[in-house]
């Protein structure tokens, strides 16, 4: 593990080296010096500014716990109606309004509805489905002041695993994935896709729905393929490099067509995250899945990998939270996957409740000193 | 020359970052090139503890099941401290003990003594107690223990704390002196005065810490807490920071060393830096609890919060921490009443008015490890 991260900045060291690169990163990197040695001088603002949010539906036995933390912001879908559409204003105002009544405001909406197969895949009715995300961004930012989505261009096979409850420390249970458990399973019903087919759908996308979201003021944040590999049982991933996520960027250049920091899937890529952070900035970073991983397979990008606890994994947290800082993110990020712990089920491997407590008081110590670095009081 | 090479590094990662990896293996052969500059300082991520890092630690006691052994290896913790054996400790019961915990991966790195009332009221008895003390801390030496830790009080004002609610209907340990300062001595106790209580610990002292100091032992005294100034009828000698550092003289070693607590040092109106500065820079913080607290009138009325919530600069002084040096246990103390460990029992409990147990010393390991992770990075 460590090997490989020396390994790694040794590579990339040397790399700068042999391209000589002094003159496009010595004003990126001067300014972290400054506020690292002499700490901040913005005014103090709790948690960095940034807005702790945890995933949970309204029913969420998390939500005691959340208000215990302070984690005051909800990535929540829609409470769904039998007789409406999920983008119908009262399926979203109800859902707005169930929030606020626990005291917990509603900030993101992550894997949007009506936003599937048909659009990624580029399907006969995909117009359709545009057109409803049309109607379901405007009425979310309308109705429910939600103004972050959050969606990926994984069609058919999401997130994907191939062990659930690989042991960490003291038995805690970790999810993990191992590219060759995949090798050799059956294509699906739609056979191989291509990766220019979903360039293709993506672009078309993009172009219908970035201007409606500028108008409004939606935050589309494109999270990257988890996991960041080549394909899955015939279907490619393309937001698996970070080549293509400028790619992608360059696409409809908006800072409402932005991006998910799930810091696990760039750092699996081989990407240094706080300088990824730095790059990228505010205004393409809506969103942020603040975790840790282990890359195990000792190559970058990572064909094999667990996801840890916070504070054990390969991603310099102290600097990405530095870094979230020094750009002026103010915008939402959650915990993301955690193992299972003591006395809890894993019946939804990542999203237990103990480990999410931890995963808060973990970020919530990095982000106040970054915040109090140099300060007296 | 250090910060070249972070600065090279950085510019070096920005640029990896630029152009993505894929493919950088191919230049493994310049690689070599910058072994060169291997011993120049970088932080590895993930950033652990070493030999010349605090030790996070929590408390268990000595009987712990293996499973809340696990339990506490899950938050990522490899030291607790605990009660010892009735006194005199035995090396082969004080083994038994640790070894227990080493096969589970953890080390014991703290045993409170007790067994002394005769020492602290200077009764009769006392060399006998003593003499037990004194063969504990030869058997600790022998163990491996690093650190001894004790209490010097008559009372403690245990009535003095309350509950109170915080944010999400959380428990906070809130204390007051007003109902609790008037209480009568406690008629198997008596009252004592603060001369008598110098005159004992002084006693004490000089007998047990040339003992210490032989088996490479650090004794830790606990502050009091709450640090009143009387307590049923009877003085407390370790209630300001003047008393502290009368008490680090007496014996000038670096086993008379103290429990250097920020929360309690801004209960008293502190600064708690410079505390830390004052037993930190002489090697007599041998222990240290990690906590924070909002005070309304130093000694008298103040509420134990959460971490993130109180007066105490709490990264402030891990920066100072790791900048004195210190090497000892660091115990994230006195977790919040969280909802969860009323649900789940089963956890490891509390014992103080809106205290909690396992989830809340989760969220405050967490914030700690955090902290020094951070405070080891800049």
Known sequence: MKDNRRDFLKKSASLAAVMSVGGISSAMSEPVEKSKKTGSKRPYVKDAGIKFAFSMGITSPKIPYARQMGVLHAVSGVIRNPDLKPWDPKVITATKEAWEKEGIKWTVVEGPPTLGSPTKLGLANKDEEISNFITFMKNLKQYGDVDVICYNWMPVISWARTQMDRPGRGGALMTAFDYEDMKGKPLTEFGEVSKESLWKNLEYFLKAVVPEAEKIGMNLSLHPDDPQVDSIQGISRIMNTVENFDRMLALYPSKFSGLTMCQGNFSLMGADIPALVRRWGKDKINFVHFRSVQDLSGVLPSTKFTECFHDEGQIDMYEAMQAYYDIGFNGPLRPDHVPTMFGETNERPGYMTLGNLYATGYIRGLAESVAKNGRKG | ?378
């Not at chain 2, 993505?20 to 230049?27: D, I, K, Q, R, W």
């Not at chain 2, 950033?47 to 899950?74: D, F, H, R, W, Y």
């Not at chain 2, 240290?288 to 009325?301: A, D, L, S």
């Not at chain 2, 600069?313 to 977790?335: C, D, R, S, W």
Request: charged share 25%; glycine share 10%.
């Open chain 2, 1 to 378: 020359m250090k910060d070249n090479r972070r600065d090279f590094i950085r510019k070096s990662a920005s640029l990896a970052a630029a152009i993505s990896v894929t493919g950088l293996s191919s230049c493994s052969e310049s690689g070599k090139k910058s072994d060169g500059n291997e011993t120049a300082k970088i932080v590895e991520w993930p950033v652990i503890e070493g030999p010349a890092t605090p030790k996070i630690c929590v408390g268990l006691g000595s009987n712990a099941t293996v499973a809340a052994m696990k339990q506490i290896k899950q938050i990522g913790v490899d030291y607790v401290l605990m009660g010892g054996p009735p006194i005199p400790w035995k090396v082969e019961d004080l083994k038994a003990i640790m070894d227990r915990f080493k096969a589970e991966g953890l080390t014991v790195i703290n045993m409170m003594i007790g067994g002394h009332p005769n020492t602290i009221f200077g009764r009769e008895g006392r060399d006998a107690e003593i003499a037990k003390i004194q063969e504990s801390l030869v058997a600790a030496g022998a163990a491996g223990l690093a650190v001894v830790e004790y209490n010097f009080y008559a009372d403690r004002l245990m009535e003095g704390y309350y509950e109170k609610k915080g944010r999400g209907d959380s428990g906070i340990t809130a204390f007051d002196y007003a109902p609790a300062k008037d209480l009568p001595p406690k008629p198997e106790i008596g009252a004592f005065t603060a001369d008598q209580l110098w005159e004992n610990i002084t006693y004490f002292l000089k007998a047990v810490i040339p003992v210490a100091e032989k088996a490479g032992v650090r004794m830790a005294l606990h502050p009091n807490d709450p640090p009143v100034p009387i307590s049923h009828g009877s003085a407390q000698i370790m209630a300001t920071f003047k008393d502290w550092k009368r008490l680090i003289e007496i014996v000038d070693s670096p086993s008379n060393g103290m429990t250097y607590d920020c929360g309690v040092s801004r209960e008293m109106g502190e600064d708690p830096l410079e505390v830390l500065r004052y037993l930190g820079s002489r090697d007599r913080i041998n222990h240290m609890h990690f906590r924070n607290v909002t005070v309304q009138e130093p000694y008298v009325k103040y509420e134990e919060v959460f971490f993130d919530v109180g007066q105490v600069n709490m990264f402030a002084v891990m920066q100072e921490l790791i900048k004195v040096g210190y090497k000892l246990g660091i115990y994230p103390e006195h977790p919040r009443g969280l909802d969860y460990d009323k649900e789940h029992p089963g956890g490891i409990g509390g014992g103080y008015p809106g205290g909690g147990g396992y989830t809340g010393q989760a969220f405050n390991v967490a914030y700690t490890r955090a902290m020094m992770q951070a405070a080891q990075s800049i």
